[in-house]
């Protein structure tokens, strides 16, 4: 699964892992993924889904949806989720509408990592030189530097209504018609990871969970933090909070379809008949031993390179195989969980 990222790298140590679901992630994370126009045509929405999410909403809140693309103001939404376990949107915009400005803009700014605290607490208390260095610190981020900006400028009214008026609106019109639905994928797969949560090292969990993320533990990070959303899919959004790393993760299709019980993962049947041959088993043996071009791969094979790439891509779809550049690397911790997937299958 694909991960787009939200937070900073940081230095590495062991973690929990802990799952939470509800409708307000989905419809912050829904916000988030419709004004994400470089990959709203990589959702797994259909035209006609996507066409009614349009037919939904009226002038105002395409004008919020306007207003949260230019700002990133998605983005304190999530920071606001994190903040309690609200038990609905009434409780979330009362939430809001009793914040200070020190309190929201506080909250609005992510963290930056330890060193950027006293710098953030100077950007709270009004420095413009704290968020050009800040901005410096993000520069190589994809939206921080001019969000933080934002944060920093926009009046805090102005921002509260935005921040009710969007979340709201979007609950109404998206949320809550398919409020039935939503909830059993949701609650399908948080109680499907939680029940194999204890049989995986956390690190491994995570890679699971998340159909391939790649998780080592890291020192400042005591928790990791797993959110299912549909609307997202196929994408892991990831950020991160003070001691804790978060994935936002894209629920399993059997979570989706609620097959029964006897119905294996897609991707477990993926890995077992990517097994299945000879040739794409001699790939794993040599691309455990070191990372490989494809040239280098079809002159130990004795193989064309359309043969090769064709059992290439098989093990990647399966990820069995990760590609860096043009060199190919076995995933060990995917050829390591199988046992224990294939176990729960059986069990479960």
Not at 93 to 106: D, M, P
Not at 141 to 148: A, D, E, N, R, S
Request: glycine share 4%; hydrophobic share 40%; proline share 3%.
């Amino acid at each position: 699964m694909d991960l787009l990222t939200t937070g900073i790298k940081r230095n590495r140590e062991k973690y929990t892992v802990e799952i939470k679901s509800s409708l307000l992630w989905e419809a912050a994370l829904g916000i988030a993924a419709i004004t994400n126009k470089d990959l709203i045509s990589t959702l797994d929405l259909s035209e006609k889904d996507q066409g009614w999410i349009d037919q939904s909403l009226t002038k105002d809140m395409k004008d919020q949806l306007e207003y949260v693309q230019a700002n990133n103001t998605w983005k304190t939404l999530l920071q606001i989720l994190h903040e309690k376990d609200f038990e609905d949107l009434s409780s979330f915009s009362e939430y809001v509408k009793k914040l200070s400005s020190q309190e929201l803009k506080g909250i609005a700014v992510p963290f930056l990592g330890t060193k950027a605290k006293a710098l953030k607490n100077k950007l709270l208390n009004g420095s413009e030189e704290a968020l050009k260095e800040l901005q410096y610190i993000t520069k190589d981020h994809v939206f921080l530097p001019t969000y933080l900006e934002f944060i920093y400028k926009v009046p805090t009214e102005k921002l509260k209504a935005h921040l009710i008026a969007v979340m709201s609106g979007w609950f109404k019109a998206i949320i809550e018609p398919n409020k039935g639905k939503l909830e059993t994928i949701l609650l399908r797969d948080k109680t499907l990871k939680e029940k194999m949560l204890n049989n995986f090292e956390p690190d491994q969990f995570v890679e699971w969970a998340t159909d391939g993320v790649q998780y080592p533990p890291e020192p400042s990070v005591y928790k990791v933090l797993l959110i299912p959303h549909y609307i997202y899919r196929p994408w892991n959004v990831e950020a991160d909070l003070e001691g804790v790393k978060v994935f936002y993760y894209a629920v399993a299709n059997e979570s989706i379809t609620g097959e029964g019980r006897f119905v294996p993962n897609k991707l477990l049947v993926q890995k077992y008949k990517a097994l299945g041959d000879e040739t794409r088993l001699k790939i794993l043996k040599i691309t455990k031993e070191s990372k490989v071009t494809l040239q280098a791969l079809t002159t130990e094979l004795e193989l064309g390179k359309t043969t090769v790439h064709h059992h290439l891509k098989i093990l990647k779809s399966a990820r069995l195989i990760s590609q860096n550049s043009n060199e190919y690397n076995i995933v060990d911790g995917a050829i390591e969980n199988l046992p224990l997937e294939l176990k729960h299958y059986l069990e479960s």
